[in-house]
């Protein structure tokens, strides 16, 4: 399977700040990652899919300006939450599919915003 | 749209035996069907995949079995270990562009 790192894993940022989250594909040259948010006791939640190249593709009630991703390469893409607000803590996963079917995931981000 | 049911209450069961998770979905049947583990502040880690006519699949100490009839997944883990102790969570292809419907999660607790 793809191995995938995620840095950072936790930041602690000011309401107001901004903060990059990158995904690295390890060994895989990925043209699409998933980038997912995750609350305590909840399920995986998809907020949008990372394409190479191009833009990308947000899920319904997912605001692209806060969350603004950028894939300029087949290794790297990153996942900027903009003016973050405490509401927007929560764990950053992103995964990278190396076929039609299962994921593989990174270690995920902690994001704390105070 | 497509729900995922998974056994909200924690599973805890005695070393050595064998823990059985369950995961219905309510809608159409998805063409495959996967089971992930994911570890307290850690990203899910793939475990298997089961595709609509597949009746079971097996991997070292787990299984999978899919009922499209029951709209239904089992997951078994024999010979349980304390290092099983993790939730698991089930996933649906949701039929387009390899996006994933995610259930929430059973823990399981493994006691020596």
């Known amino acids: 399977g793809a191995v995938v790192s995620q840095h950072p894993s936790w930041v602690i940022c000011k309401s107001g700040t901004s903060v990059k989250i990158e995904c690295r594909s390890l060994?895989?040259?990925?043209?699409?990652m998933f980038w997912y948010r995750q609350f305590p006791k909840q399920s995986l939640m998809l907020m949008a899919t990372?394409?190479?190249?191009?833009?990308?593709?947000?899920e319904q009630g997912v605001e692209k300006d806060k969350f603004l991703i950028n894939h300029a390469s087949l290794t790297l893409s990153t996942l900027t939450v903009t003016s973050a607000h405490p509401e927007d803590s929560s764990f950053y996963i992103c995964?990278?599919?190396?076929?039609?079917?299962?994921?593989?995931f990174g270690p995920g981000t902690r994001l704390t915003v105070l | 749209s497509q729900k995922i049911e998974q056994n909200s209450e924690a599973l805890n069961i005695q070393e050595g035996k064998t823990a059985t998770l369950t995961c219905n979905y309510t809608?159409?049947?998805?063409?495959?069907l996967q089971w992930y583990r994911q570890d307290p502040g850690r990203g899910p880690v793939f475990l298997l995949l089961?595709?609509?006519n597949e009746k079971e699949k097996r991997k070292e100490r787990l299984k999978v079995t899919f009922d499209t009839t029951l709209k239904q997944s089992l997951f078994h883990i024999t010979a349980s270990q304390p290092a099983d102790s993790a939730t698991y969570l089930c996933?649906?292809?949701?039929?387009?562009?390899?996006?994933?419907?995610w259930g929430l999660g059973t823990s399981l607790a493994v006691n020596p």
């Open positions: 996933a649906l292809d949701a039929g387009n562009n390899r996006k994933l419907i």
């Open positions: 995964s990278v599919p190396p076929g039609p079917n299962e994921q593989f």
């Open positions: 060994d895989f040259q990925a043209t699409t």
């Open positions: 089961i595709r609509e």
């Open positions: 809608n159409y049947s998805p063409a495959y």
């Open positions: 990372s394409n190479e190249g191009s833009k990308a593709t947000y």
